[in-house]
């Protein structure tokens, strides 16, 4: 199996030549004479197209006249942080995973897209890319980026700005949205618990945070978790962690610009995927008795 570029204006003979160097063909010339027989020499599209060994001219051809073009598609989900990216991207044996970290983190590239913190995390566009042959680490990082860019400009900057919320507090506070919330419509509940208890000087006590960097968050964090000093860690810095620690989707940004109007300061998991909200600490630990099944497990955080 092989992936062949065929470039706009690149002539079929120079093609043929490539096929039959890869042994995709067994003879560039006959192939010529039968392309341009057919008809078929104008009509070729480009892009990159996937061949093997055992296709005849005329497959070869088709393919190449109808413009069925080699795709390498990746969904980057929404909420995924940069290294969860990265080990997709490694699995998929598209990079290597520590290859996409380092373009993540490159000064000259962040500079460039005018991201002034130590990585693109937060700033990569959740959807479909088509990764194609050649395509290098910071070529992919660039596009996500300046989809997401594309899309803040268009449709968050403003209102931002006219709520006083600073783009990257916005993506802060999305992300952690994003990794907190399972069911699309707490989301906007969730982004309340956590502006409100900001208004208050609390301190977020987001499990999330406290795995950020360590390991992927999978839904539990155990008591050492919460206790690790990270600069992430929002169980002990008083404060918004110094960066998302993930890439929202527009739900989550949505969310954070137009909280629910309600007072909670709390929130558990029910199990379901669904959380219990409550505005004290006592009705907070009675949920976390009530659906933990744990007394010793009861703290003062958000989740």
Do not use: W
């Amino acid at each position: 199996m092989e992936i062949v570029e065929l470039g706009k204006g690149r002539p079929l003979k120079a093609l043929a030549g490539d096929l039959e160097a890869r042994r995709i063909l067994s003879s560039a010339r006959l192939f010529t004479l039968y392309a341009r027989l057919k008809g078929g020499d104008a009509r070729l599209k480009a892009g990159y197209y996937q061949f093997d060994d055992g296709m005849r001219p005329s497959q070869i051809l088709a393919k190449m006249i109808s413009g069925e073009v080699y795709q390498r598609v990746f969904a980057l989900p929404e909420g995924y942080s940069s290294y969860q990216v990265a080990e997709m991207l490694e699995k998929r044996g598209i990079f290597p995973k520590e290859n996409f970290l380092a373009a993540c983190r490159d000064a000259a590239l962040l500079k460039e897209l005018g991201i002034d913190a130590a990585s693109v995390e937060g700033y990569l566009f959740p959807g479909s890319y088509n990764i194609l042959p050649g395509k290098t680490e910071l070529e992919v990082v660039r596009e996500m980026v300046q989809r997401q860019q594309a899309f803040l400009k268009e449709s968050v900057d403003g209102r931002a700005r006219a709520k006083g919320v600073p783009v990257q507090q916005l993506l802060i506070l999305a992300s952690m949205v994003e990794k907190e919330a399972v069911l699309p419509a707490e989301k906007p509940l969730i982004a309340a618990v956590f502006q409100n208890r900001l208004r208050l000087g609390m301190r977020l006590q987001s499990d999330p945070t406290a795995l950020y960097g360590v390991r992927a968050f999978a839904g539990k964090v155990r008591r050492e978790d919460i206790l690790k000093p990270t600069p992430y860690n929002t169980y002990l810095i008083p404060a918004l962690p110094p960066g998302p620690i993930g890439n929202p989707g527009k739900d989550a940004i949505e969310a954070v610009l137009n909280p629910a109007a309600v007072s909670y300061l709390y929130f558990v998991g029910r199990g379901d995927g669904s959380h219990q909200f409550s505005n004290d600490l006592s009705s907070h630990n009675q949920a976390v008795q009530k659906y933990l099944k744990a007394p010793a497990a009861a703290v003062q955080g958000g989740s």
